[in-house]
């Protein structure tokens, strides 16, 4: 099993930027997607951004393209979800997820990922 811990998330105003961090141990991180997803209160939990396993790959949701940008380092077994731009809809809880492939070639779902983090609070006042 995996483990997965994020942070970085806070408060910030709209317009400002956070760096979120996932750190990953417990099994190998390489090889694997690594994707964001977000939840607001009273809402499903979204799809964000997927890597696949060497950087070469990214996905974003609509969202938060070009704002947004997801980056992994397989030397530290971390991934980073880079939000510039925030507006107050991005306000959610903010999941990592390890995959169950290197790469995906349609924008996956919750059901494409196999562990998750604890969560990191953002949120994103007007």
């Known amino acids: 099993q995996v483990q997965l811990v994020e942070s970085g998330g806070g408060l910030v105003q709209a317009g400002g930027s956070l760096r979120l961090s996932c750190a990953a141990s417990?099994?190998?991180?390489?090889?694997?997607?690594m994707g964001w997803f977000r939840q607001a209160p009273g809402k499903e939990r979204e799809f964000v951004a997927v890597?696949?396993?060497?950087?070469?790959?990214?996905v974003y949701a609509d969202s938060v393209k070009g704002r947004f940008t997801i980056s992994r380092d397989n030397a530290k077994n971390t991934v980073w979800l880079q939000m510039n731009g925030l507006k107050p809809e991005d306000t959610a809880v903010y999941y990592c997820?390890?995959?169950?492939?290197?790469?995906?070639?349609?924008?996956?779902?919750?059901?494409?990922?196999?562990?998750w983090g604890q969560g990191t609070q953002v949120t994103v006042s007007s």
């Open positions: 997820a390890y995959g169950y492939t290197g790469t995906y070639v349609y924008t996956p779902s919750v059901a494409d990922f196999r562990s």
């Open positions: 890597i696949n396993w060497n950087g070469g790959r990214t």
């Open positions: 417990g099994r190998p991180f390489s090889y694997y997607s």
